[in-house]
């Protein structure tokens, strides 16, 4: 996705700059100066880069009573819970900006610009079923997890610097802080061979949410064809933080009595998430 979006940047840089930018040179009488405020919106296309969910086990707790057993079922659920796997989520992104921008005597422009975008299509799903054999007993554990993902929206406070080729076109880098809101739900099922009536089946539900922080890197160019309203065209990647959580498999020996924890294991779930996103924006500059 980035060669595709650098691509397009450089063939509308240019192939078109010496007609559409020349052109509404002539349109406006005066250079225009781009300092001051801008407010306006964006629309485009997001893909997840990196989306990767890696769920880790280890044994929490093997009863004393029959520890060769109960050791035995512990870490069975630790090996169920050891998975990892890819989400590729991608859809259509939509929002706001706001900035402002300060242009130099040498065709120099710093600004810093605010985006907030939600995301259509992030809700992404991943299912898998394993089996894990017992190390002592001929039994053995059919485990499942499924997990739902979802990006909720995305946001930015990044510095621009850029360079004004003509008076009503920039070509900018950008980058800064960022944010993003995610949930992630896991369902973990687990049942062992001699059935329900000595170990019942084991399901467990955690429901996570979190706004996740990172930072950003883009490019872009804007063409301001009007005295106050330009248009752009921007790449950006966001990177955030990881979303952490767990889960407890725990199985109950109904064969004794009274019924007593037996083993159990910690599912640890980590999910690392990177997003880059090619956006048209419309700006009105209050200039």
């Known amino acids: ?19 559409i930018f020349s052109a509404s040179v002539r349109t406006i009488n005066q250079a225009p100066n781009w300092s001051g405020f801008y407010l306006g919106g964006n629309a485009g296309y997001w893909q997840s ?9 280890s044994p929490s707790f093997i009863n004393p009573t029959f520890p060769s057993g109960a050791g035995d079922i ?5 090996q169920i819970a050891n998975n990892s796997f890819s989400l590729r989520p991608n859809g259509f992104i939509d929002g706001a900006q706001v900035g402002y921008n300060y242009q130099l005597c040498n065709n120099v422009l710093f600004g810093l610009s605010m985006d907030f975008d939600g995301l259509t299509n992030s809700n992404n799903t991943y299912s898998l079923q394993k ?5 002592d007993f001929s039994e053995n554990y059919i485990g499942s997890l499924s997990v739902k993902q979802k990006i909720n929206y995305l946001g930015s406070v990044r510095a ?3 360079y004004l080729f003509y008076p009503t076109f920039l070509i900018y880098a950008t980058g800064g802080f960022a944010y993003g809101n995610v949930t992630l739900n896991t369902t973990w099922t687990a049942q062992e061979s001699l059935g329900p009536a000595v170990f019942p089946g084991i ?3 955690n429901n996570f949410n979190s706004t996740l922080t990172g930072w950003t890197l883009g490019a872009g160019i804007e063409w ?10 921007e790449y950006a990647y966001y990177n955030l933080s990881n979303l952490n959580g767990s889960a407890t498999l725990a199985q109950i020996n109904q064969s004794v009595s009274p019924p007593a924890l037996w083993g159990s294991a910690v599912a640890n779930t980590a999910l690392s998430l990177s ?4 956006r048209l924006g419309v700006n009105y500059h209050f200039s």
């Open 275 to 278: 997003t880059g996103t090619i």
């Open 74 to 78: 512990a870490n069975a659920l630790a």
């Open 203 to 205: 399901a467990t539900q």
């Open 160 to 162: 621009r610097l850029g």
């Open 1 to 19: 996705m980035k060669k595709i979006v650098l691509t397009s940047l450089v063939a509308v840089t240019f192939f078109y700059s010496n007609s």
């Open 224 to 233: 301001l064809f009007k005295p106050n309203w330009s248009a752009s065209l």
């Open 131 to 135: 089996s894990v054999d017992l190390v």
């Open 49 to 57: 880069q990196t989306n990767q969910v890696t769920t880790t086990g």
